[in-house]
DNA sequence: TGTGACGCTGAGCAGAATGCGCAGTCTGTT
DNA sequence: AACAGACTGCGCATTCTGCTCAGCGTCACA
């Protein structure tokens, strides 16, 4: 879908003050409320904006470890089930068919290193990975900011 | 912040209905329209639930390119610099400080293959990255999966 | 055993926002 | 010139929110 400045902006409205109402948006930015709505839908039903909703950080329930395993998986099965065998552990929060050396690319949560541990052995005892090499997040800088990319694509 | 089950089914609620409103969740639920008005100011103060902001989808607006970058910077700049650098970027998703061979790991969205050599020879040219190699992302099973795990925190 | 802190409840009320519909206007395209 | 699509401004009934209150059960601690 093409978005336009006005798109950029009532996201960036909605996304600096969560509490921000239709009307209000409409008032800030002066054009009509059923205007916000109609491009609040719009985007919405093309997928633009997709989850609009609460999302829970690991890090503040108790899981501040994060780490991406690389996983080759057994030749018999393909990657399809091997991720609705990934899919039954909580602490995978997202998995990818990736290029390169391995197969798939799983990002996990956990409460400690050692508890990270415990959690590639979950995967391994699946029988559906051969191996895994894993890289440790030690920092964050940030994530999820897929806002300025949507300004970008507004201006040209 | 330790959650509990009532916390994780009113995240759940408002996960799966994003029209769902606090009074109408009471009504499910079951129980006052205060408390989970109290439950929900006390994940967000405690940052259970982190963002809850409409996620532009970059595959939805011309993006459908994703690849991971491990990045090795150079020596005497740190790693908060370079990702400041990165950071002016709009394609640069997220960043990460890892463990291992590279020194961070960006996630990068791009319009196609060819766009996505383009943001790497936009990142080289910051000066502050000395190699980068990248992982491409063939298929996405999921992400941002992180209800399963807040429900498992909930239960123990 | 007494006391207080804490969370949940059910209720009420004023203000605000929403969903919906409608007619008029503007703009770019065919 | 005609048309489709988008934006506007308006109104209305319904719903939700923010705020307050007193009452009640439970738990920890003195």
Partial sequence: ???????AKIVRLFTEEQRMSVL???RI???????????LDRMSASGVIGR???QPEPRAFGFPVVAFCF???????G?????KALADIPEVIEVHTVSGDSDLMARIAARTNSDLQRVLDVMMATKAIV?????????THFEGRTLPLLEAAARG
Same sequence: chains 1, 2.
Wanted: hydrophobic share 45%.
């Fill in 1 to 7: 879908m093409r978005v336009d400045e006005l798109d």
């Fill in 131 to 139: 191996r895994s090499s894993s890289v440790i997040v030690l920092n």
């Fill in 79 to 83: 990657h399809d089930a091997v991720s």
């Fill in 71 to 77: 996983l080759t998986i057994s030749q018999d099965l």
């Fill in 52 to 54: 609009w909703v609460p």
């Fill in 24 to 26: 209000e948006a409409s």
């Fill in 29 to 39: 930015l002066k054009v009509a409320r059923a205007t916000v709505q109609a491009r």
